[in-house]
């Protein structure tokens, strides 16, 4: 399978609608160029991670203008589409969208016929007392999507912290680790590790997908990486600018990788009691 991971700058003094626009076209060239079967894009890359105050005035419903966009540039370059993730605008008690209904930070998957394969809400909310923390719903379900070759785990930025997340998608059948991330360049270092290691630890790919520029005011880490099941990195992007990563991953090395080091065969979960 051939991979594309779009580090997509995201200043402020463009539009949502611009950006919009501007990717979907990005979408259909490096298709083309390419020759990807799948396409990945970086979390909340309409609005900016950290835009909070954009999260409200910008939300969409789940089959909104970037779902309509996305679904049709998935369509037109016959892809596999990672479309990041958008602030969705969820149906509220009363049955509305129309903007009382609670915030989800949600990533959207499409099919080579353009058609939704599966939705994830980010379950780690970044920010503590603050910011995504306290403005978006927390997700509640582990999602998976068999795309053709492979199956994707579906995880996003922040998740990346909480390896029992991945442990549970690997349980469900995970082979690549999708992570759009809106990621800040002062934690660089972390972002870079996480993702070898969530590598190592459950022997699959880690294709995570960051932002470029800065959004209100926080500069954002770049650094696109790939990662096999051994913990190499097969492509890394720069630091800043936009940028597109494309690497042929050999997807029996996942199965490969589990024969010769069998590591996960070893798990021993829930035999010892803690001492007190």
Request: charged share 25%; aromatic share 8%; glycine share 10%.
């Amino acid at each position: 399978m051939r991979a594309s991971l779009l580090q997509i700058a995201v200043e402020d003094d463009e539009s949502v609608k611009s950006r919009r626009q501007r990717v979907s076209s990005l979408v259909r060239e490096v298709a083309e160029r390419e020759g990807s079967g799948l396409i990945v894009l970086p979390e909340l890359w309409t609005t900016g991670a950290f835009g909070y105050e954009a999260f409200a005035t910008e939300a969409e419903p789940l089959e909104g203008p970037t779902y309509e966009a996305m679904a049709e540039a998935a369509r037109d370059a016959g892809v596999w589409l990672h479309a990041g993730s958008i602030p969705e605008r969820a149906v509220s008690d009363s049955g509305s969208a129309a903007g009382d209904g609670p915030l989800y930070n949600t990533s959207l998957v499409f099919s080579p016929a353009g058609e939704l394969a599966g939705t994830y809400r980010k379950i780690h909310r970044f920010g503590f007392d603050k910011g995504e923390a306290v403005l978006m719903g927390a997700g509640r379900e582990l999602v998976t999507v068999r795309a053709s070759e492979a199956v994707l785990g579906l995880a996003t930025c922040y998740d990346l912290r909480f390896p029992e997340l991945f442990r549970g998608l690997v349980d469900a059948g995970a082979e690549v680790f999708v992570v759009p991330a809106g990621w800040p360049a002062r934690r660089r270092a972390h972002w870079s590790l996480f993702a070898r290691a969530r590598a190592v630890e459950d022997q699959v790919f880690v294709l995570a997908c960051g932002t470029a520029g800065v959004h209100a005011g926080v500069p954002q880490a770049g650094a696109s990486v790939v990662v096999d099941p051994w913990g190499e990195v097969l492509a890394e992007a720069g630091p800043s600018g936009a940028e597109v990563l494309t690497v042929d991953l050999d997807l029996a090395k996942v199965a490969e990788t589990r024969e010769q080091f069998p590591a996960l065969k070893d798990r021993r979960l829930g035999v010892a009691e803690p001492r007190l």
